[in-house]
T-cell receptor, first 117, second 109 residues
Framework: EAQVTQNPRYLITVTGKKLTVTCSQN?????MSWYRQDPGLGLRQIYY???????DKGDVPEGYKVSRKEKRNFPLILESPSPNQTSLYFC????????????????FGPGTRLTVT | GQNIDQPTEMTATEGAIVQINCTYQ??????LFWYQQHAGEAPTFLSY??LDGLEEKGRFSSFLSRSKGYSYLLLKELQMKDSASYLC??????????WGAGTKLIIKP
């Protein structure tokens, strides 16, 4: 089954304790992206990656890091989480926008609800 | 700047028709997307328009006017399971998605 998986699904942590949210896709997609979703603000892109070893900042990258060492995985790292990073996080993947095989559809993971106290 | 506007909330009756509007301003344009998102779940793809006109897909249709920077999602024969948020997103010239805040659709029996 084609899917994007994220772990953990729920996480409660304390300020300053480093954490990693994993994301993996099995569709051989080049493009992967991380979003956060907050009430009234919609989806905001944190980072995206067009392919292995290529990552770029989205709209709200401060306080986050990513890496893309393999095509299927795109972990999100919070080195020193703060309460304003409490949010619902989604990972998404698609074929390369504008490239061959681009189907104009992003596939989303189930989400990770993070609470930082 | 780049911007997407859509109503925050709409209410409709089961069996009826509802139209959710979206206006956009982007640097270049590579298409307009609609996604459905049930509470606490991931968004799922509904439609993509890049040319002017109406695209019909079962009970759902999506319309685009590039000259007006305007799109709508039309839902017919509403069912209770259609209660969800509907997200409008425009793709700019760099193939980046600009997302609206979403329209929460409430269906009443």
């Amino acid at each position: 089954e084609a899917q994007v998986t994220q772990n953990p699904r729920y996480l409660i942590t304390v300020t300053g304790k480093k954490l990693t949210v994993t994301c993996s896709q099995n569709m051989n997609h080049e493009y992967m992206s991380w979003y956060r979703q907050d009430p009234g603000l919609g989806l905001r892109q944190i980072y995206y990656s067009m392919n292995v070893e290529v990552t770029d900042k989205g709209d709200v990258p401060e306080g986050y890091k990513v890496s893309r060492k393999e095509k299927r995985n795109f972990p999100l790292i919070l080195e020193s989480p703060s309460p304003n990073q409490t949010s619902l996080y989604f990972c998404a993947s698609s074929a390369t926008p504008g490239g061959t095989g681009f189907t104009y559809e992003q596939y989303f993971g189930p989400g990770t609800r993070l609470t930082v106290t | 700047g780049q911007n997407i506007d859509q109503p925050t909330e709409m209410t409709a009756t089961e069996g009826a028709i509802v139209q959710i509007n979206c206006t956009y301003q982007t640097s270049g344009f590579n298409g307009l997307f609609w996604y459905q998102q049930h509470a606490g779940e991931a968004p799922t793809f509904l439609s993509y328009n890049v040319l002017d006109g109406l695209e019909e897909k079962g009970r759902f249709s999506s319309f685009l006017s590039r000259s007006k920077g305007y799109s709508y999602l039309l839902l017919k024969e509403l069912q209770m399971k259609d209660s969800a948020s509907y997200l409008c997103a425009a793709m700019d010239s760099n193939y980046q998605l600009i997302w609206g805040a979403g329209t929460k659709l409430i269906i009443k029996p």
